[in-house]
Nanobody
Framework: HVQLVESGGGSVEEGGSLKLSCAAS????????MGWFRQAPGKEREGVAS???????LVADSVKGRFSISKDFAKNLLFLQMVNLKPEDTAMYYC?????????????????WGQGTQVTVS
């Protein structure tokens, strides 16, 4: 049974930092493409960052240079380090995975989703 559980969201001031975590169970993070997606009220869900089974990464232009994605193989965790946060980063952030090799930012092709963690920047 594949399960993803996000944590680490919260409220921060503009310019602040947060680190999101996603605990994976039912498989190992090294075997799947995983990614972080976000959805603000009234907007479509969008890809933020993704990491492939080969550890290659994709980062959306809107967050490039501020967000980074990584995996901890030993603990089966996925992370999203966010620095220099802006009010437009406010959204529900979701961890997702798919059975593939290359990273992807298209939410429509992800197979598994967590419940999300809220990030609010003021």
């Amino acid at each position: 049974h594949v399960q993803l559980v996000e944590s680490g969201g919260g409220s921060v001031e503009e310019g602040g930092s947060l680190k999101l975590s996603c605990a994976a169970s039912g498989w190992t993070v090294s075997e799947y493409v995983m990614g972080w997606f976000r959805q603000a009220p009234g907007k479509e869900r969008e890809g933020v960052a993704s990491i492939g089974a080969d550890n290659s990464t994709l980062v959306a232009d809107s967050v490039k240079g501020r967000f980074s994605i990584s995996k901890d193989f030993a603990k089966n965790l996925l992370f999203l380090q966010m620095v220099n946060l802006k009010p437009e980063d406010t959204a529900m952030y979701y961890c997702a995975a798919r059975t593939a090799w290359w990273p992807a930012l298209n939410p429509d092709i992800m197979n598994y989703w967590g419940q999300g963690t809220q990030v609010t920047v003021s």
